[in-house]
């Protein structure tokens, strides 16, 4: 009789604990299918955001590409100060969307052949705002909305749109900032010729700790030293 207690109480427990096997699998489908669909949301949201980029760059030739560049290159600096995958993946969603807000910029200024007036520069001082603005309202782009705002703050509190200084900058701004002067000043504009990638790696130098922050600028370099060999 006993035996056939434990025998019975043994089925039971096995029968059991396939149902809590088999409700677990039903819960990781469940959870694998979710996030699925989150990444498949994201990247649909992601390839409109880039449409609009697309659109931006179509006005103006001279930062064709632009965008793609500074994300690569964000992502590829990250990952070399041993960021993890996630922040570099979020760094890089911010370099491609960290102009993104100058689509609401009037073409007068954004296509100007020729100094801004301090008026217009202030305008063109709002894009930041204005990318924040297009991304906020998409929940998987929250995380990259700091960097994206704070892409132009300079280390010694120069900069906008907060006048930030030094480690108060989010590093994925700073690693945006300094990405994306190099890019600029290697890149041709309708009011100037492009400074070659050797004078514009002296530049960052030279501005490092003032306008950049130290860290980035040095291992920056060190990536632009490798892709050299």
Known sequence: MEICFFSLFHRQMIKQERELLRLFHELSETKNGLHN??????????????????????????????????????AATA????????ECEQIRLAGLFHDIGKIGIRDSILLKN???????????????????????????????????????????GTGYPA?????DIPL?????????????????????????????IKELQEKSGQLYHPDVVKYFIKLYQACQK
């Open 37 to 74: 669909q989150i990444i498949a949301n994201q990247k649909l949201v992601e390839s409109i955001v880039i449409s609009l980029n697309n659109a931006l760059e179509a006005k103006d030739p001279y930062t064709l590409g632009h965008s793609q560049r500074v994300s690569r290159l964000a």
């Open 163 to 167: 006048g930030l200084k030094g480690e």
């Open 172 to 200: 994925g701004a700073s690693i945006i900032h300094v990405v994306d002067s190099f890019d600029a000043m290697t890149s041709s504009r309708c009011y100037r010729s492009p400074l070659s990638q050797t004078a514009a």
């Open 114 to 156: 020729g100094p801004l007036s301090q008026e217009e520069f202030e305008e063109i001082k709002m894009h930041p705002i204005y990318s924040v603005k297009i991304l906020e309202p998409v929940d998987p782009f929250e995380k990259v909305l700091k960097s994206v705002l704070h892409h132009h703050e300079n280390w010694d």
């Open 79 to 86: 990952k070399r100060m041993g960021l993890s995958s996630r």
